[in-house]
């Protein structure tokens, strides 16, 4: 008779070898979706990530927010742009490189503006520091 | 199937087994046990604890009796004293919230009782410095007081047969629904125009 022990059980369920497909996939919807939300408020960049906007001084923010980040010249706008979609070209297409990717972008654009980023945002940049440390190079 | 407790911690962990081990860790430590704190199940007893869950699960567990909004209105120069509503589209573009700007998120900040007055200065004075950048032929802003609006639940006004929801116009709404919360005037934007905003 076989003897399956608890830890073989747990090493199936928790641990150990799983196709990287489903993560794959995960990785490549949840990057897309990240895309379109920061693509929506970069609609006005000016206002999200500028002086432009209305921001909210230190201390002024909701209890349990990040302290603000500083806003950004208008200079850096673009190059935030190419930064971003230059990490989901990244994710979609270099894969071995992903750790370079989004989530300094995510924690970024929670701490720049508060008034943008709901609970949406964290969920990003948590998934994104997953994926920052999720094995599965070989894709 | 037998189940061999003995064998719990046969043998050593697989380098690579290790590794998962260490990011189920990281999971516990930086995921799992947030929510729990978060949600308020570690400082509790099991009863209060079930009872939370329940509420968490079913997210909205009381009856919503009244619906309550912000609105900003101004004076300006030479207006006799009337006051006019803002459009806060007009000066925010960034639609995070349906058909709401993030402006109107800051306005849930302004009825706070402890950071209220400093956020409705700080936009205020925003607002004042921004009208007279983008309607430069418009009479300036001097006073910018702010309302908040709470209607029941189940009233005609709020009923819109169809298209998405707008908020009743205030001047159509009952008096007693509306409570000022504060006003700001040109003496705290004059001259010396300083703000707290981050710049």
């Not at chain 1, 490549?28 to 909210?56: C, D, I, K, Q």
């Not at chain 1, 002024?60 to 742009?81: A, D, E, G, K, T």
């Not at chain 2, 009381?62 to 009337?82: I, K, L, P, T």
Request: a positive charge; proline letters at 6%; glycine letters at 8%.
């Amino acid at each position: 008779m076989k003897r399956v022990s608890v830890m073989m059980i747990a090493r199936c369920h928790l641990v150990g070898e799983q196709s990287v497909a489903r993560f794959r996939l995960f990785e490549l919807v949840f990057t897309a979706a990240f895309l379109l939300y920061m693509g929506r408020n970069l609609l006005h960049p000016m206002e999200w990530l500028t002086s432009e906007g209305f921001h909210l001084a230190e201390g002024l923010q909701r209890p349990n927010s990040l302290p603000p980040f500083p806003l950004m010249p208008v200079w850096v706008v673009p190059i935030f742009v190419v930064a971003l979609f230059g990490s989901g070209w990244i994710v979609g297409f270099r894969p071995q490189w992903r750790r370079l990717g989004f989530a300094a972008l995510a924690l970024y654009a929670e701490g720049v503006d508060s008034a943008s980023a709901f609970a949406l945002n964290k969920i990003y940049g948590a998934g994104f520091i997953f994926l920052l440390f999720a094995p599965g190079d070989e894709v | 199937m037998v189940i061999d407790a003995s064998a719990l911690m046969g043998g050593w962990f697989s380098r690579r087994e290790l590794g998962d081990a260490v990011y189920g860790i990281l999971f516990l430590l930086f995921w799992f046990s947030p929510v729990l704190t978060n949600s308020g199940v570690l400082h509790s007893s099991h009863q209060r604890s079930f009872v939370l869950h329940a509420q968490i699960t079913h997210l909205f567990t009381r009856r919503v009796d009244a619906w309550a909004w912000f609105e900003v209105q101004a004076r300006f120069s030479g207006g006799e004293g009337r006051w006019i509503a803002l459009r806060l589209s007009d000066y925010s573009g960034v639609q995070n919230y349906g058909y709401l700007t993030r402006l109107d998120r800051i306005l849930d900040e302004a009825g706070s009782p402890e950071r209220g007055p400093a956020v409705r200065r700080d936009l205020a004075r925003w607002l004042a410095s921004t009208h007279g950048k983008r309607f430069p032929e418009s009479p300036a802003l001097r006073e910018v007081r702010f309302l908040r609006v709470a209607a029941p639940v189940g009233s005609e006004l709020l009923s819109k047969p169809r298209g998405h929801w707008v908020r009743p116009v205030l001047e159509s709404v009952p008096m007693e629904w509306v409570r000022e919360i504060g006003v700001v005037t040109d003496r705290e934007w004059g001259p010396t125009f300083s703000t707290s905003a981050r710049q």
